[in-house]
């Protein structure tokens, strides 16, 4: 299980040393992401990828749910109906559209809307970001969660410490 921690850094210097320390700590740079105000010079460090800036997951989970919902309501409301229609219809058919909704509904929310929408989680972060300070999100094991921020904190005490939250990858 890995959790994703927030750390606030005044500057894109103390950002380059923090992610120094990191990486002499054993943390990999791809599970660092940094994130700054459009058109900051992020310089060497790993920015933050379109899939953390944007709300894709949240928008896929809500748009598969709806997507499925819809798509049942729908077979249903056809199964019922087939004497109206006048077709021979099987009850498979409200299994077809769940599942047709559920892909519409990804595509639909998370690809269309999601993708173009900024991560919720990260929008208590852009008033801090426009005033210039860099966003540091690391994902680590949960028993490292202790020691990463004791690094971050004894070395660079103006590091504000905003949380963790618990993050799944989809391919580990």
Known sequence: MNRRLYFVLPDVDTSLLVERDLLLAKVNDSLMHFMGKRGTDLKDLPEATTLQKSDIIHGIKV???SGALGGAALGG?????RDFIGMQIVPGIILLFFLGGSVLGVWIGGLLIGSSTPNITLHGFEHTMDEGHILLMVDVPVERVDEIREIVKSHFPQAEDHGEEEIFHAFP
């Open 63 to 65: 748009g598969m749910f």
């Open 77 to 81: 409301i056809i199964y019922v109906s």
